[in-house]
């Protein structure tokens, strides 16, 4: 339209102003001691809080040094390796940990059971928000979809504004429970009206698991095999809950320590983990992967997949950007513990699916990727893949289409983000309000 032209073109004549005065001088930081990112310069997260529901350990203190060491995750004092392989197979296992980490404790049988009640039930959208809502404004961006639906839905909740702890829990579980079908039902609408494809929308199954549900409701013969389910599962799991001081879940705090409730709360850490720095790392080692296999003639050839990696880190080939994707972590040193427990997983789908010969290439990838790294890069710390490199293979064996990949990740992640919400408000009682030093020159006296 005419009026966004003259606009863009206004914008782009105040470009030059907004640069030159929104600039601040590098040695500004180093002068202050600010950090940028709220992370020093070894990389080490400010301290910004305390929390009770899971920690994330890569160094060892030796003699007053860091150590690095193989990367550690714990919900709620458990060890993500043990309690994947506790509830890896369990077909509900999933639900098992959400309930983990919302409320503290691994639930008993019959606590078990009444929150798989509670959640089949809250597997409900009010009357007609599928065609008013998700079908009304279809788009390719299935997170801006769905964090639409998140701020609509407080439309229909009488209680939308309220705080207080008992209402949080209702309004978490209702939105844990109805992630996927916002997902889900917003790519069916993008897929129907924006790529012509045909419409259906499958309601979800009461005894069905949410990794069950998601597959089931997303293909058009509702099929799945039990081993789809579990990698799925296992996904989400790895997914759910990462610290506090991952963005969105940093977001998720922010926002709540403000008062605000909790449908503006969670649409905020959507809005955080659509960035592409935070939750589309999965996509570009897809599309990593793809420029690999059109460019490197024999997979099996260490010297011929090293040389092309060495100029991908230069920035000569893929994108330019000088990274290999899915490859280092701003915590895990030595190795991503969530990495380590899902490769079985991924191993398992690939024969079921007859993806060996990938697999042997993203192994190939893993093996030797780290020490290009290291050489170019001079990094020693070690450099280790991470749960993304990973990720987005699964998907692609489970037939999710790209536009599913962030989405995947906030349906395993509201889990967290609920959790976090939660014991802010038990907790904290304080706005969070960091400060910024101003560098502003005085135009005036």
């Keep these: 339209m005419g009026f966004e032209k003259n606009i863009y073109e206004y914008a782009l004549s105040q470009m030059g102003r907004t640069i030159k005065n929104d600039t601040i001088a590098d040695e500004l930081f180093e002068k202050y001691t600010v950090n940028r990112g709220l992370r020093d310069v070894n990389g080490k997260g400010v301290l910004t809080g305390l929390t009770n529901i899971s920690e994330i350990t890569s160094f060892a203190e030796k003699d007053g040094k860091r150590i690095p060491i193989d990367g550690q995750l714990w919900y709620r004092g458990y060890s993500v390796e043990r309690l994947v392989a506790m509830f890896g197979d369990d077909r509900f296992g999933y639900e098992a940990l959400t309930y983990l980490l919302l409320f503290g404790e691994l639930p008993d049988e019959d606590q078990r059971k009444a929150f798989l009640r509670i959640l089949s039930e809250a597997r409900n959208l009010p009357t007609n928000f599928v065609r008013d809502v998700i ?32 209402n949080v829990i209702r309004q978490s579980i209702m939105l844990i429970a109805t992630f996927p079908m916002l997902a889900i039902y917003g790519y069916h609408a993008y897929n129907h009206y924006e790529n012509l494809g045909s419409m259906y929308i499958h309601r979800p199954d009461p005894g069905m698991s949410t990794a069950e549900n998601i597959l089931m ?26 610290g506090g001081g991952n963005n969105s879940t940093f977001t998720t705090r ?15 850490a959507m809005s955080s983990l659509k960035g592409p720095r935070h939750g589309g790392a999965n996509i570009k080692v897809m599309e990593m992967m793809q420029n690999i296999r059109e460019n490197v003639r024999d997979w099996k050839d260490d010297e011929e997949i090293a040389a092309y990696l060495t100029r991908m880190i230069k920035g000569s080939v893929f994108d330019h950007k000088g990274l290999i994707y899915g490859m280092g972590h701003a915590v895990y040193s030595l190795s991503d513990p969530r990495e380590r427990v899902f490769r079985s997983f991924v191993e398992r789908l690939s024969v079921e699916k007859g993806r060996g010969v990938d697999l042997d290439l993203y192994k190939k990838i893993e093996e030797i990727a ?11 710390k070690g450099v280790s893949p991470n749960v993304d490199f990973y990720s987005g293979f699964v998907y692609d064996m489970l037939d999710f289409p790209v536009e599913l990949y962030t989405p995947l990740f906030a349906i395993a992640r509201i889990t967290g983000w609920s959790a976090h919400r939660l014991e802010e408000i038990v907790g904290m009682g ?6 910024y030093m101003s560098v502003m020159k005085r135009l005036e006296s």
Excluded: C, W
């Design 135 to 166: 079908m009304k404004a279809p788009t390719r961006d299935i997170m801006n979809s769905m964090t639409r639906s998140i701020l609509t839905l407080a439309s229909y909740d009488q209680h939308a504004q309220q705080t207080d702890l008992g």
């Design 370 to 380: 780290p020490k290009v790294i290291a050489r170019e890069r001079r990094i020693y």
């Design 254 to 268: 922010v926002v709540t320590s403000s008062g605000s409730d909790t449908y503006a709360t969670i649409a905020a």
């Design 217 to 242: 409701m997303l293909r058009p013969d509702r099929k799945f095999t039990a081993t789809e389910a579990r990698v799925l599962q296992a996904a989400l799991i790895l997914h759910m809950e990462h």
């Design 430 to 435: 304080k706005i969070l309000r960091p400060a």
